[in-house]
């Protein structure tokens, strides 16, 4: 059975190690954010299925974002950034993530088949699991520039 300090770990050590490979950037749990939150927010999604159900997300405002695709793609924000790179980045660190949650959970419960990850403008992470489903969340903070809030929501199966 999964335990919160286990997903909770799972989840910090699977953003950390696709933060510090892949963007570039130091991330760290927060008990509050470093900034306010302005501006668009985006929620990177992606939902997977097998003896744990469940989804994950990472919701961060369009500037964080925005600086993530550039250190993903090695492109100025002020001057390339496009909206197509800003959404095609958080949807693969979100998909990244899920490769590295799987793996570290694999051992206890098989493959994972995982979605398609999506991005869309909002606040929070929903689901219709129902009331077996658990809910994890975990504020970070990237850079102390910017705070990003990780989700994950699942319910073990039994297949």
Do not use: W
């Amino acid at each position: 059975m999964l335990t919160e300090t286990c997903l909770k770990n799972v989840l910090l050590d699977s953003v950390r190690e696709v933060f510090e490979t892949m963007v570039f950037m130091d991330i760290e749990e927060a008990a509050e954010p470093c900034m306010a939150v302005n501006g668009n927010v985006l929620l990177s999604s992606i939902t997977f299925k097998g003896r744990l159900e469940g989804c994950i997300g990472i919701c961060c405002t369009e500037a964080c974002a925005c600086q993530i695709a550039s250190n993903m793609i090695g492109i100025d924000p002020d001057n390339n950034i496009t909206s197509e790179h800003i959404y095609d980045a958080i949807g693969e660190i979100i998909n990244m993530v899920m490769g590295k949650v799987e793996m570290r959970l694999e051992g206890d419960y098989g493959p994972l088949k995982a979605s398609i990850p999506s991005v869309t403008t909002g606040l929070e992470l929903r689901s219709n699991l129902g009331n077996r489903a658990q809910r994890y969340n975990v504020l970070l903070n990237l850079e102390d520039m910017h705070t990003i809030s990780l989700s994950l929501i699942c319910r073990e199966n039994d297949v």
